[in-house]
């Protein structure tokens, strides 16, 4: 691929009906308006996606007719080389259903797979749709917070054994890479989670969905490819729309390797109206197949620029706002940052960056009680941009 992007390049999403910039659609969601803030929240790039998933798209849509579609075979082959090839992980053609997006399919899972009033196990501070799906669905959460061990985000293995004991709880929800504390978790200490779950007879959902965003220095295991028995006793959930800013086309990758489950998944995705349990969409397969077989280079580029935009942040933040800590990204394009050490409330904290900085964020307390004090902030947007909010905050609390 010709290198043809410009991660420096401003563009306007205005009037695209984006849920990050438009005010009148966080307004539905949170009940209040948002306008004027400038957005680093919601987990979506402002880059352009590279021009060969366009142009697969554009040779689709020529042809004008759009009816029914099967998954395009091209997306099974181009998924199954990207995770060999980058991951190492060799997944099998029938082991991969389609849904539309990964949340919708965290929330069939825990329909199929648990029933009214079990736990579903979760660590917190963690992307907040896990509880929200858990709680929807009317099941409870079981939570294992992460602690902060010498400065960094770790699984609290004795609690994980405590909790997984209890016979309520049948299902764990995996954050890997982990989102929002940006951990790219090892094998040794997926190996110890995978090990708690399988003694105790709970089956994890594991979301890989940031896990080609991994920064320089860090490696993503595949939950699965540690071990054929790790393989069986879980659910991965992938997608190309974090990695390639295609969120709105609604396609992602569930695997199963266990036959037993995958049956029971392809039922459940039947019995929620997808026929022939394909969910997902034509153009979210084309644009994903694309993706996968020509932009590994934009992707390689693009990690080096939110690498720098992170360095960027973490030398301002901490420099001008003594206390303040940027917890080291291992991988998302999420950072994690502790305003603690300012004492203030959740309120207090988040008027000043929505009130005076005028910055839109992903609240701490949103990701659990233990994000409380902390701020979500998306860096994957023009360095321009990423300098325009961060004088802004440093200013509003500098105030
Ligand atoms: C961990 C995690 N899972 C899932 C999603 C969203 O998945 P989808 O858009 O496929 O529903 C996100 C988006 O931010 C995420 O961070």
Not at 177 to 200: M, Q, S, T
Request: proline letters at 5%; charged letters at 25%.
């Amino acid at each position: 691929m010709t290198k043809d992007w410009n991660f420096d390049e401003v563009i306007d999403r205005s009037g695209t009906a984006s849920m990050k910039w438009e005010a009148q659609v966080l307004t539905r969601v949170f009940g209040k308006g948002r306008e004027n803030l400038l957005p680093l929240w919601v987990a979506d790039m402002d880059f352009n996606c590279p021009s060969v998933i366009r142009q697969a798209m554009e040779k689709r849509l020529e042809h004008q007719i759009y009816g029914y579609s099967l998954i395009d075979p091209d997306y099974f082959e181009a998924l199954i080389s990207w995770y060999d090839r980058r991951h190492q992980w060799m997944i099998e053609k029938e082991w991969i259903l389609t849904t539309p997006g990964v949340v919708p399919a965290i929330n069939y899972m825990i329909q199929r797979f648990t029933q009214a009033g079990d736990k579903v196990l979760i660590q917190p501070p963690v992307y907040y749709p896990f509880a929200k799906a858990i709680r929807n669905n009317g099941r409870q959460i079981a939570e294992n917070p992460l602690q902060i061990v010498d400065g960094q985000y770790r699984m609290d293995f004795e609690d994980l054994e405590e909790k997984a004991k209890d016979p309520r709880v049948n299902l764990a929800i995996l954050c890997s890479p982990h989102n929002p504390v940006g951990r790219v978790w090892n094998k040794e200490e997926l190996e110890a989670f995978g090990r708690i779950c399988i003694d105790h007879d709970v089956l994890i959902i594991s979301d890989e969905i940031h896990c080609d965003l991994i920064m320089p220095g860090f490696k993503h295991v595949c939950f699965p490819s540690i071990s054929p028995e790790f393989a069986q006793n879980s659910i991965t959930c992938l997608a190309a729309s974090k990695t390639f800013n295609l969120a709105g086309l609604q396609q992602s990758g569930i695997i199963i390797p266990n036959k037993v489950i995958r049956k029971e998944m392809i039922t459940q995705i039947e019995n929620l109206g997808f026929t022939n349990g394909i969910g997902g969409t034509l153009f979210g397969a084309v644009a994903s197949a694309a993706a996968y077989n020509h932009a590994e280079n934009w992707l390689e580029d693009l990690i080096l620029y939110l690498k720098e935009n992170y360095t960027y942040l973490k030398t301002v933040l901490e420099t001008e706002l003594p206390g303040v800590k940027v917890h080291e990204l291992e991988g998302t394009y999420l950072v994690w940052v502790d305003f603690r050490a300012f004492n203030l409330s959740e309120e207090e904290r988040i008027r000043i960056i929505e009130e005076k900085a005028k910055v839109g964020l992903d609240h701490g307390d949103w990701f659990g009680d233990n994000g409380k004090g902390f701020e979500r902030i998306n860096i994957a947007c023009p360095r321009s941009i990423l300098q325009r909010a961060a004088e802004s905050i440093i200013s509003a609390f500098k105030e």
